[in-house]
């Protein structure tokens, strides 16, 4: 399975804008790149995913790099119910394998 | 639409006791999943069906783990006899599956057990 590095933690100020990373530099051409986050004591929460063009929702925006070797999930004004973990994930929705994750603190 | 429900929500036994999860997916979602989160780490797939069929249980400790999904809905966890370093979240999560990549995971808020 391709594997995926993130930064342990983050801190942001509330209303801010928030740029998490990921590398995946051994990602295969038919991966798509999965961001899901976990509140405390909740359950993950899926929050985007792509394959090759970037992404928008109501939640994030997804860059996804040329060479698909990195992406960054974009937070465009942080707030303090978006402090959780947040995962970046490899593969097809038939097999998801979680990393660790980066924690992203919100300062008021 | 009603999230996917799981019981209990804590349990705490002693070491070499058994104890069983039970999880009921998003009607009408053909993929469920075990998943373990011990703390501090990002959840581990333990088990996969596809409708009442396994489709992964390669993480699945099986001298102690055991699942079920009871005619392709709800699904139940056991384990016996519990160790020490089974203490846990577990995850339930479900996906409409049926090879389609755009179907996200939806998850439970999991039942923490706690062997002592």
């Known amino acids: 399975d391709a594997k995926t590095t993130q930064p342990n933690s983050m801190e942001s100020n509330e209303e801010e804008p928030v740029h998490l990373p990921c590398n995946h530099s051994t990602i295969s051409g038919t991966d798509y790149i999965h961001w899901y986050r976990q509140l405390p004591s909740q359950g993950p929460e899926y929050v985007i995913h792509?394959?090759?063009s970037n992404v928008n929702n109501r939640m994030a925006s997804l860059a996804i790099a040329e060479d698909r070797k990195s992406s960054t999930l974009i937070l465009h004004r942080a707030t303090l119910r978006d402090a959780a973990v947040y995962y970046c994930?490899?593969?097809?929705?038939?097999?998801?394998?979680f990393g660790a994750g980066t924690r992203l603190a919100v300062h008021p | 639409e009603a999230g996917v429900a799981q019981s209990p929500r804590y349990k705490i036994i002693e070491k070499r006791q058994s104890v069983a999860f039970w999880c009921n997916p998003i009607s009408g979602h053909a993929t469920l999943y075990w998943y373990q989160q011990i703390l501090g780490q990002g959840p581990k797939l333990l088990i996969q069906?596809?409708?009442?069929?396994?489709?992964?249980d390669s993480q699945l400790p099986k001298d102690r783990f055991s699942a079920e999904r009871l005619k392709g809905v709800d699904s139940t966890l056991k384990i016996q006899p519990a160790k020490l370093e089974d203490s846990a979240v577990y995850l339930c999560?479900?996906?409409?599956?049926?090879?389609?990549?755009?179907?996200?995971?939806?998850f439970g808020n999991g039942t923490r057990l706690t062997v002592t």
């Open positions: 069906f596809q409708n009442n069929g396994v489709v992964d």
């Open positions: 994930i490899l593969g097809g929705y038939n097999k998801l394998i």
């Open positions: 999560a479900s996906s409409l599956g049926r090879g389609d990549n755009n179907s996200p995971l939806h």
């Open positions: 792509g394959l090759t």
